[in-house]
């Protein structure tokens, strides 16, 4: 009866265990060689280059990818002027409007002086307090006021003259002063001779549902 030696055994599984017995050769799949090229082109790629792009950005980074982009600069320099431009455009225009409760009307008064239908316009305005502002931009003289929804309500003025810069720069004067107060929503730009035609609830609300701007809106059946 032929036995086997325990020794033999042991040794025999222990080469096995021990990885000492040869393996046959496996051929690895040309697919996983071109896939793990393209990963240690793209790691290297990434590595060397700033992490200027989004992919690689959140791929290496845990924090806000946007601190690793580059900022755009204009082609030249920016005026303030257009800078600040920028900021209106961005900050103000292209944000939606919200109404509350709290939302008014800004009443822009480009004048010479004196406003001359200052009372007609305090029998408008009364009995609305809350729902309006009113800025007086008077280019000549002080004014005086016996409104008081007028009275206090003269800011820093200068000189204007018609058809030249200087109304623009009051008329942007007036709108700086009127977009200090959040709660001002829609902004009409009057003149000493402007007089209203309707009650302020009718303008109030015609203002305050639509979105569009108004420029000269009435019938001109003149030659121009």
Known sequence: MKTTCPWQLNVKDFRIMSGLRKRPHLKRPLWIIILVTFVII???TAYVSPLSSSTA???FSSGDCTLYQSPSFPARELSDEETISQVVIKEILNTPPI?????KIAFLFLTPGTLPFELLWDKFFRGHEGRFSVYVHASREKPGHTSQYFIGRDIHSENVDWGKISMVDAER????HALLDPDNLQFVLLSDSCVPLHNFDYVYNYLMHTNVSFIDCFVDLGPH
């Open 57 to 59: 950005c959140y791929f």
């Open 173 to 176: 004067r007036l709108l700086a």
């Open 99 to 103: 109404q509350s409760a709290d939302s």
């Open 42 to 44: 793209f790691l290297i």
